[in-house]
């Protein structure tokens, strides 16, 4: 058997080759984070039967997921290695020395100890999830800064829109501010020409009745005429259709993979394909936690810790490290939940009697969520709802 040991950055690698009989094939060398690197590596081992060969990697961030998929469809066994069991031999040796070179040995006697995870298909379509989920979330967050930037606008050339909606993100806003993207442009518009465009935006939902009053509102504007500011609310409404026709597109590969995976999260009230998908891919092998305390700190859920001297604080914060996007959807999750579930919801309103205010409540109930997920995960079983 050939184990090969690879020490993972974000820039350049670093790999090993050591047989079974403990004897170094190939010394610790340098290969870049793209493809002459990974090329440099499979010359390395190109004289070895990939049958006979096992590499390991430690799970340590992204920085090794190309690499993995790149092995993994070459066809090679690739065992993930929780960071714990290199520190836990490193700790064992007199000088406890941490270096690139050495670690990829470290990572070896891992290997030969059998201390790892072999990664399947499973894992790859988890690198995939993770990265579209994370793309997903950059898309809302720009798509967010728009909406803002348009109520903004909308603000100054037709102040009172919000009186004829109350939410301007709708199709039918969109439309109308798109054809008329001020006051003084609807005053001056025919009211046919309103009609025709709320009624076709909205399906029929708005009567003519709605384009009397928007007409009548605009006649009576405060709002100034400024054909600048028009021109950013057409700009900002199309930047904001084109990332939702992005974002809608993610969803779709997003909702194949996960129903592929028929993962037991979904099976949790309030936890669709969205909100599943970021939390599978975020944790992505659950045996990396050894306790829901964990998982709790790699969310940020953790409560941050206040020592001085002998004083301890007895109210703390969360910490918020770790994974920010894993604890954006599990306090999702737990913010609908309590109303899906009578166990959650009967936790929530216990909290909310004690004296805690909403957001306090809700974080509780995120820290009752995770155990649940954690045992979920741990025992690949589904949430049963308690009646």
Known sequence: MFFVGIDVAKKSHFASVINSDCEVLVKP????????????????????NKSDVLI????????????????FNKGFSIGRINPIQTD?????????????????????QCLM?????????????????????????????????????????????????????????????????????????????????????????????????????????????IALNNSSIELQIKILIKQIN????QIDLLDLEITSIMESLDSVITSIPGIGNWLGAI??????????????????????????????????????????????ALRYAINTAASLIIWR???FHNYYITKMASGKSHLNAVGHVSHKLTRVIFKLLSTNTRFETCS
């Open 242 to 245: 084109f990332l939702q026709e």
């Open 279 to 324: 939390i599978i891919s975020e944790i992505s092998d659950i045996s990396k936690f050894a306790h829901p305390k964990k998982l709790l700190a790699f969310a940020g859920l953790d409560p941050s810790v206040k020592q001085s001297g002998e004083f301890e604080a007895s109210n703390t914060k969360i910490s918020k490290r770790g994974s920010k």
């Open 88 to 108: 836990s031999l490193r700790s064992s040796n007199i000088r406890k020395t941490k270096n690139d070179k050495i670690d990829t040995s470290l990572i070896v």
């Open 29 to 48: 060398f340098k290969f870049s984070n793209d493809e002459t690197g990974f090329n440099l590596l499979l010359n390395c081992i190109s004289n070895l």
């Open 113 to 221: 100890l059998k201390k790892y995870t072999l990664i399947t298909e499973k894992d790859i379509d988890m690198i995939k999830l993770r990265s579209l989920c994370r793309f997903k979330m950059d898309l809302i967050k720009s798509q967010s800064k728009y909406k803002c930037q348009l109520v903004g606008c909308v603000d100054v050339v037709f102040p009172e829109l919000n009186n004829i909606f109350q939410d301007l993100h709708i199709k039918t806003a969109y439309a109308l501010l798109s054809k008329y993207s001020s006051a003084h442009a609807i005053a001056h518009a025919r009211i046919d020409s309103l009609k025709n465009i709320i009624r076709k935006a909205s399906r029929g939902y708005f009567s003519n009745q709605k384009a009397i009053d928007l007409k009548q509102t605009a006649i009576k504007s």
């Open 341 to 343: 579930d009578d166990t």
């Open 56 to 71: 390991g990697l430690e799970a340590t961030g992204i920085y090794g997921d190309n690499l993995i998929n790149f092995l």
